[in-house]
């Protein structure tokens, strides 16, 4: 009943800026907290940045002076500005929320996730 869709992946070369923004859509009520995570091949899936409703955020220390997690409520948008890219900024980028959302005759709470966009940082 509801879906992320995210956009703004692609190469880059090290030194370079991506913007990825991932938006909901569906029978929404409200969101809660949304954030972004990576997993780079053979490591586990880490936080990025994650960001309130009330726009309180918290980022990973590696990213912490180069990314900006942001939001837009009216559009039900989160955004990363990731800026001075790093190779070790390649993986694949997971936006999640969590929304308040229409399930059958009711509402319900649920986690979702987005499909994932490649960052590839490369020269």
């Known amino acids: 009943q509801v879906q992320l869709v995210e956009s703004g992946g692609g190469l880059v070369q090290p030194g370079g800026s991506l913007r990825l923004s991932c938006a909901a859509s569906g029978s929404i009520f409200s969101i809660n907290d949304m954030g972004w995570y990576r997993q780079a091949p053979e490591n586990e899936r880490e936080l990025v940045a994650r960001?309130?409703?009330?726009?309180?955020?918290n980022a990973a220390d590696s990213v912490k002076g180069r990314f900006t997690i942001s939001r837009d409520n009216a559009k039900n948008t989160v955004y990363l500005q990731m800026n001075n890219l790093k190779a070790e900024d390649t993986a694949v980028y997971y936006c999640?929320?969590?929304?308040?959302?229409?399930?059958?005759?009711?509402?319900?709470?649920?986690?979702?996730w987005g499909q994932g966009t490649q960052v590839t940082v490369s020269s």
């Open positions: 960001i309130t409703s009330g726009g309180s955020t």
């Open positions: 999640n929320a969590e929304i308040l959302h229409a399930q059958g005759t009711g509402i319900t709470l649920s986690d979702y």
